[in-house]
């Protein structure tokens, strides 16, 4: 079993819309998660971390945690075309991060 | 502006050759940076955790012969694949925590690396 599983893409959303994002860990000794957007070719971009239960928005962004489900997931709210991207969802021990295969988002216009 | 960086951003080497990546933090200490490396399409794998003063701890399945990892300060780590192979050619990133900001890890741009 991944430590860090993500919901299978790709994801396609229109423009405006919502796009859900789910992930699921297994080390319950992970004590923050992580949201990464990764561009083809560049090095991930920190959208977002969480480590406490419930809900954590920044912006467009909402991050939510449930750690007795193992659970987090990351809504984009207003979806815009340059949202599209690969996400990864990243479980932290002791600043190692282990990361899930990523979801792929297209924004369409 | 980037907190870590990465040096080349991407290189070509032949096979048989050794290649060095290096990885400063730039407005922060880092005690303990650590090498990913990521093949296309696929999600980053954690090589080794470069801990400053000491040697450098691999996961399971990486080579430490053949990637060599060097923290000799505070601010740079350094990885050098060794004997490269076309098998190698994938694209490294390092990341650092600053702990003075809460546990926030940064990314440096990372360095594609293509072995001909």
């Known amino acids: 079993q991944k430590e860090v599983e993500q919901n299978s893409g790709p994801l396609s959303v229109p423009e405006g819309a919502i796009a859900s994002l789910n992930c699921t860990y297994s080390?319950?000794?992970?004590?923050?998660f992580f949201w990464y957007r990764q561009y083809s070719g560049k090095s991930p971009e920190l959208i977002m971390f969480?480590?406490?239960?419930g809900d954590k928005e920044d912006g467009r962004f909402t991050a939510q945690l449930n750690k007795a489900s193992q659970y987090v997931s990351l809504l984009i709210r207003d979806s815009q075309p340059s949202d599209s991207a690969t996400y990864l969802c990243?479980?932290?021990?002791?600043?190692?991060?282990?990361f899930g295969a990523g979801t792929t988002v297209t924004v369409r216009a | 502006g980037a907190v870590v960086s990465q040096h080349p951003s991407w290189v070509i080497c032949k096979s048989g050759t050794s290649v060095k990546i290096e990885c400063r933090s730039l407005?922060?200490?880092?005690?303990?940076m650590f090498w990913y490396r990521q093949f296309p399409k696929q999600s980053l794998m954690l090589m080794a955790t470069?801990?400053?003063?000491?040697?450098?701890?691999?996961e399971q399945g990486v080579e430490k012969d053949k990637f060599l990892i060097n923290h000799a300060s505070l601010t740079l780590s350094t990885l050098t694949v060794t004997s490269a192979h076309p098998e190698d050619s994938s694209f490294y990133i390092c990341?650092?925590?600053?702990?003075?900001?809460?546990?926030?890890?940064?990314f440096g741009e990372g360095s594609w690396l293509t072995v001909v």
């Open positions: 990341s650092a925590s600053s702990k003075g900001s809460g546990n926030t890890i940064y």
């Open positions: 080390d319950r000794g992970s004590q923050s």
């Open positions: 969480i480590y406490s239960n």
């Open positions: 990243a479980a932290d021990n002791d600043y190692k991060l282990s």
């Open positions: 407005d922060f200490q880092a005690t303990t």
């Open positions: 470069s801990n400053e003063g000491s040697k450098a701890t691999y």
